[in-house]
C-alpha cells in the first residue's frame, strides 16, 4: 500500500491546476507500471492524497521519483506498507479498498507527519525497512535545504548534459557550476538515489524469497 501526502498543500494557489498536474502525474505511473499494480494510482482528497496499491515493492521508489518530478517545486511525502487488503481488492479501486494494510497506513502517517519526514517504510524487515528509510529521508533533507539558485543551476545542469553547457546558458563560468553542484552535494546524492531503485528490488525479491519458503 502506497499513500502519497503533498506537503503543505493549503498554500498551492492554482489548486485546479495542481490536481490536473498531479492527476496527469498518477497516469504515468499507472501507463509505465500497469503490471505492478493492484490498484491504480489515483487522486483521493482534493489536491492532498494519492494511493495505490503494489503487488511487490520493486518499483515503488520509480513510481515515487515519478510523482514528485511530476508535481515540483512541490512536495509529496509517502508511506509504504505492507499488509492485507480485504475489502474491495477486485474492484481494482483503491478507494473502495480497505484492510489492515489502509489503517496501518493511516497511523503511519500521522506519525510521518509529526516528524516531518519524506518517507515511512513498513514492508516487513525492520532493519532493511529503517536503513532504506533512513536514506530517502536524508535525502530529502539535503533537498529542502537547498537554495533557489542551488536548484536552478541543478536543474539547468540535468536538462543540458553538462557543466560547460549549463554554464553558457545561465551566463555564468563553469567553475561557478561546479561549485554549485559541490557546494548542493549534487554528485552523492546522485549516487545514492541511483542506487535506490536496485535496493528496493533486492528487498522485493528477499520478501519474496521468504515467501516461498512459508
Known amino acids: 500500500m502506497l499513500i502519497g501526502d503533498v ?102 502517517m500521522g506519525d510521518l507527519k509529526r516528524r516531518k519526514l519524506a518517507l515511512r517504510l513498513r514492508a516487513g524487515d525492520s532493519v532493511l525497512d529503517a536503513a532504506i528509510e533512513a536514506e530517502v529521508n536524508l535525502l530529502a533533507i539535503v533537498r529542502d535545504v537547498r537554495s533557489e539558485r542551488q536548484n536552478e543551476v541543478i536543474g539547468v545542469y540535468e536538462r543540458t548534459g553538462g557543466q560547460a553547457e549549463a554554464a553558457r546558458e545561465l551566463g555564468v563560468t563553469q567553475q561557478a557550476v561546479s561549485s554549485v553542484l559541490r557546494r548542493s552535494w549534487y554528485k552523492q546524492t546522485e549516487r545514492i538515489e541511483q542506487d535506490l531503485p536496485r535496493q528496493f528490488e533486492e528487498y522485493a525479491r528477499r520478501l519474496a524469497e521468504r515467501e516461498d519458503e512459508r
Open 7 to 108: 506537503r503543505d498543500s493549503r498554500g498551492i494557489r492554482d489548486r485546479e491546476a495542481f490536481r490536473a498536474r498531479l492527476t496527469d502525474a498518477c497516469e504515468a505511473v499507472n501507463r509505465d507500471h500497469e503490471r505492478e499494480l493492484a490498484a491504480a494510482c489515483t487522486v483521493l482528497k482534493g489536491v492532498d492524497e494519492i494511493g495505490a496499491v503494489l503487488l511487490s515493492i520493486a518499483s515503488a521508489y520509480d513510481i515515487m521519483r515519478t510523482l514528485l518530478e511530476a508535481i515540483a517545486p512541490e512536495v509529496m511525502r509517502f508511506v509504504l506498507v505492507r499488509g492485507e487488503v480485504d475489502v474491495g481488492l477486485d474492484s481494482g479501486d483503491v478507494a473502495l479498498m480497505d484492510g489492515q494494510a489502509f489503517h496501518a497506513a493511516a497511523a503511519a
